[in-house]
């Protein structure tokens, strides 16, 4: 392929184009072989799908950065959050376990839970491939849980939940329609 490449072709081979063509053809046909050879005996393998509680799946929200084909620093970002009421109701059971977890869960979260909306929103940008971003969240967010659910060792009731993080939006006036400026 290199001496059709530097010119030395004397009309006693194919073109490279046709080269190119015939590679691709080749290529086809390996996978066609696999097909009929080696997939067939992957048929004893095979396991039924069961597929995973939907329910819980629901619960978190992941968030992707793209460009459409143009590389940035931010691509890698992924951002997760749910609702941490949808959290206790899906992961801590019922009664007033739930109500503990659910005051630890949000505790452990920190400047993470916004009380105001009841959203609890996190990111991660430490990796460069956005799903070792998405598994450390992942991971994370088991930790959370797992901890937030054991309260053998503090269940964190006397402490009360820190809102000093939060802005809240300042309302804007609403004058009555008697103060309006009268149109020219």
């Not at 991971?139 to 901890?147: P, S």
Request: proline share 5%; hydrophobic share 35%.
């Amino acid at each position: 392929a290199a001496d059709l490449l530097a010119g030395k072709f004397k009309y006693d081979d194919l073109p490279p184009l046709a080269h190119t063509k015939m590679d691709e053809h080749r290529f086809k046909r390996m996978y066609n072989r696999v097909a009929a050879w080696e997939m067939p005996n992957l048929r004893q393998m095979a396991t039924e799908f069961v597929p995973r509680n939907m329910k819980q799946m629901e619960v978190f929200e992941f968030r992707y950065t793209s460009l459409m084909g143009q590389e940035h620093e931010s691509e890698a970002k992924v951002v997760v959050q749910c609702r941490a009421r949808e959290v206790a109701d899906t992961f801590f059971g019922k009664g007033e376990e739930k109500a503990k977890r659910l005051h630890k869960f949000k505790l452990l979260c920190g400047a993470r839970y916004n009380y105001t909306t009841d959203i609890v929103r996190m990111s991660c940008d430490n990796f460069p491939n956005s799903i070792q971003n998405k598994q450390y969240l992942v991971d994370t967010l088991k930790r959370l849980l797992k901890e937030s659910r054991d309260l053998s060792k503090d269940s964190f009731e006397d402490i009360p939940l820190d809102t000093r993080h939060v802005k809240r939006k300042a309302k804007t006036p609403q004058f009555p329609e008697e103060w309006a400026k009268p149109q020219d």
